[in-house]
C-alpha cells in the first residue's frame, strides 16, 4: 500500500518531535525501519518543505526541529545566546556569525520574529547579515537584539 506525502510528512514531524535526528540519513533510516522505503532526496524536499530547521542541542551538536508561532522569539533567543560566536556592526548594517549550521535557523527566526528596524536579511550556513532600514543604527539594533536572548 502506497502512503501518502502528508502522511509520510506527518510521520517526519512524530519522529523530530519525540527524537533528537541529527542527519538526513537519521531520518531515512528511522523511516525506513518503520517500513516506508524512502530516499536522502526524497527527505531533503520533505525537509525543505516543511521548513523544518536544525537548533543546537544542551550537550552540543544540532537536530532538527519545527518552528511555529511564538517558537520563533523563544528559538531567536536560543540561537543568539548559545550560537553566536561574533556580532559586526557597520552603520545599518549587522553580521551576526554563528556556529556552522545555524545560519538557516537565524535567518528564519529574524523573519519570523517580524522586527519593523529590518529592511531585509541575508544568510548562509553560519551567518546572517540583517540589513537595517535607514535611519536605524546597528550597534543599538545589536545590542537590543542581544538583550533579548
Known amino acids: ?3 501518502s506525502k502528508q502522511e509520510r510528512q506527518q510521520a517526519i514531524k512524530s519522529l523530530i518531535n519525540n527524537e ?3 542527519r538526513q540519513e537519521d531520518l531515512v533510516q528511522k523511516l525506513n525501519e518503520a517500513g516506508w522505503e524512502v530516499t536522502q532526496a526524497t527527505i531533503s524536499r520533505d525537509i525543505t518543505e516543511m521548513q523544518l530547521v536544525k537548533v543546537p542541542l544542551p550537550t552540543g551538536g ?4 519545527m518552528m511555529s508561532g511564538s ?3 523563544g528559538q531567536l533567543g536560543r540561537i543568539l545566546k548559545e550560537s553566536t560566536t561574533e556580532i559586526k556592526t557597520q552603520a545599518n548594517m549587522v553580521m551576526i556569525c554563528v556556529a556552522p549550521g545555524t545560519g538557516p535557523a537565524l ?3 529574524l523573519e519570523e520574529a517580524d522586527l519593523t528596524d ?3 536579511l541575508i544568510g548562509d550556513d553560519a551567518g546572517v547579515l540583517v540589513i ?3 535611519g536605524v ?4 539594533f545589536a545590542t537590543d537584539l542581544m538583550a533579548k536572548a
Do not use: H, P, S
Not at 543604527?137 to 543599538?140: E, I, L, P, T
Open 62 to 65: 544540532f537536530a532538527y526541529a
Open 1 to 3: 500500500m502506497r502512503r
Open 20 to 22: 533528537q535526528i541529527q
Open 107 to 109: 535567518k528564519t527566526a
Open 118 to 120: 529590518v529592511f531585509g
Open 137 to 140: 543604527w546597528a550597534q543599538q
Open 71 to 73: 517558537d520563533y522569539l
Open 132 to 134: 537595517l532600514n535607514e
